[in-house]
């Protein structure tokens, strides 16, 4: 029996801890040994850590255009960021950098290669680690050429959002799970409310399933930050892997991969029976 293909992303606030505007180092650590080849690493962070490092070092923000400053913290946190997983996974194991854009994927080849690329790095011993490439995203660029494959009946893949990186990533590769880490325990009838978390959405049918998210999505308000999509984003995201057989499980970076697998902590669980 093969082992199963997981695919996993970690938002960028699990990262940060907030109170004390610094790099969670203890939930990177925590991240990064639990890490395995088979298992495709989606990591957000590299803006917010970039931000955190730079104010740190010159006691300020930036004051270039909004878009500017992230791609400035973004190149300067990438580093860090790699760095950190580097040396928290096991040193048995390789490690590998993907730095991907949104026409990775809306390009037929380009997101066979990505496919192909991903698939060898378990054979290899290898971890792949991904992260849409902001510091050389065009924002107007971007929008254009989405503009273009709309206007030719296509529905593009956007992947600023790690998000939409990760479920794009689990349907390509028909991964078997797909773990999506936040601050949030999971999806709740209220956010203000902690023992309202729904724990499961289930259905016989992919279609069925869809309605059940869909109905979920208008619980949803607010996001972690300013610029975030929210859960809302998340579940809209999830369906097309949802409705395909992968199992998603949405749960705080505060516990273990194995333990939200698992079902052993609060968490929760998206999924055809």
């Given at each position: 029996m093969k082992d199963p293909v997981i695919v996993g992303k970690v938002g960028s606030m699990a990262l940060i801890r907030q109170d004390d505007n610094d790099v969670n180092y203890n939930i990177i650590a925590r991240i990064a040994s639990q890490l395995r080849p088979g298992m495709v690493w989606i990591t957000s962070g590299a803006a917010e850590i970039g931000r955190v490092d730079y104010m740190r070092r010159h006691k300020r923000t930036l004051d270039e255009d909004k878009l500017d400053a992230k791609t400035d913290y973004a190149s300067q946190g990438q580093m860090i960021l790699m760095?950190?997983?580097?040396?928290?996974?096991?040193?048995?194991?390789?490690?590998?950098?993907?730095?991907?854009?949104?026409?990775?994927?809306?390009?037929?080849?380009?997101?066979?290669?990505?496919?192909?690329?991903?698939?060898?790095?378990?054979?290899?011993g290898a971890i792949p680690i991904v992260n849409y490439n902001d510091p050389v995203s065009v924002e107007e660029n971007r929008r254009f050429e989405l503009a273009n494959l709309r206007e030719n009946g296509a529905e593009p893949v956007e992947c600023v959002d790690n998000d939409e990186t990760a479920a794009v990533i689990a349907e390509l590769l028909g991964a078997d799970i797909l773990v999506i880490l936040t601050?949030?325990?999971?999806?709740?009838?209220?956010?203000?409310?902690?023992?309202?978390?729904?724990?499961?959405?289930?259905?016989?049918?992919?279609?069925?399933?869809?309605?059940?998210?869909?109905?979920?999505?208008?619980?949803?308000?607010?996001?972690?930050?300013?610029?975030?999509?929210?859960?809302?984003?998340?579940?809209?995201?999830?369906?097309?892997?949802?409705?395909?057989?992968?199992?998603?499980?949405?749960?705080?970076?505060?516990?273990?991969?194995?333990?939200?697998?698992?079902?052993?902590?609060?968490?929760?669980?998206?999924?055809?029976?």
């Open positions: 760095q950190n997983y580097r040396q928290f996974i096991p040193p048995e194991f390789s490690v590998r950098q993907i730095l991907v854009e949104h026409q990775h994927f809306n390009d037929p080849e380009k997101r066979e290669h990505i496919r192909r690329l991903l698939l060898r790095c378990a054979s290899q601050s949030a325990d999971g999806l709740y009838e209220d956010p203000s409310d902690r023992s309202t978390l729904i724990r499961e959405i289930i259905a016989a049918e992919p279609d069925e399933l869809e309605r059940k998210i869909n109905t979920m999505k208008e619980l949803c308000r607010g996001a972690s930050r300013a610029g975030a999509n929210g859960m809302a984003a998340k579940l809209q995201y999830v369906i097309r892997p949802a409705k395909s057989g992968t199992q998603v499980i949405i749960g705080n970076a505060k516990y273990r991969i194995s333990e939200l697998i698992e079902g052993a902590v609060p968490r929760t669980y998206i999924g055809l029976n």
